[in-house]
């Protein structure tokens, strides 16, 4: 994490200020000012169409009740993209610019969520490791739990006794399936 600080803060805003002074260099003052203008301009305009497009399918997900998983990091790296073209530099330009137009930002996409579930798989079976490890200590059984009867025979979990309050104390409230099984209304003794 140190060293993504180390570049973020201190490398990028060196490289950044090297290639300002090259192409400033090159071209001048008055084209390198108005080029890193033009550039953060563009990326308001690209961020605004593409941030619309993004939106319009997260929509279209939500709508055909599917988990709008690809639409969410769609707008990550859209919103990271515009980020990176409103930050004066071209180095950050280039950078920005890949991730607003679609096709880069699906290879993007593809390769971060290879090294993404990769890393989930990883830790859901070290997760596993260490559930299947503590279960062991229990005492459970190795079918996935401790043995219960779960036939017919089988009684009902035993009920637990009403408060005597007229007020629920955290825990003790119940479901009751059946409408039959609640006390009759209580006569309002100011009648």
């Known amino acids: 994490m140190a060293f993504l600080l180390l570049l973020v803060f201190i490398v990028v805003p060196i490289v950044e200020l090297y290639v300002i002074i090259q192409v400033g260099q090159a071209v001048g003052l008055w084209p390198t000012l ?7 301009v563009l990326g308001a305009a690209m961020l605004r169409s593409q941030g619309r497009a993004v939106w319009r399918r997260f929509n279209d997900a939500l709508t055909e009740r599917r988990m709008p998983h690809r639409e969410v990091l769609d707008g990550v790296l859209v919103i990271l993209g515009g980020a990176l073209l409103l930050t004066p530099g071209f180095v950050t330009d280039i950078f920005g610019l890949v991730l607003l137009i679609p096709p880069s930002r699906d290879l993007i996409r593809k390769f971060g969520s290879l090294f993404f579930f990769r890393r ?3 830790g859901a079976r070290a997760a596993d490791w260490g559930f299947r490890r503590a279960r062991g200590r229990r005492g459970g059984s190795s079918a996935g739990g401790p043995s219960t009867a779960s036939g017919p025979s089988a009684s009902p979990p035993p009920r637990r006794p ?7 104390v955290e825990g003790e409230a119940q479901e009751i399936k059946d409408e039959s099984l609640l006390d009759p209304p209580r006569a309002d003794p100011e009648r």
Request: hydrophobic letters at 45%; aromatic letters at 12%.
């Open 34 to 40: 108005f080029l890193l203008l033009l550039s953060a």
């Open 120 to 122: 989930i798989q990883v």
């Open 162 to 168: 009403r408060p005597s309050k007229s007020y629920d």
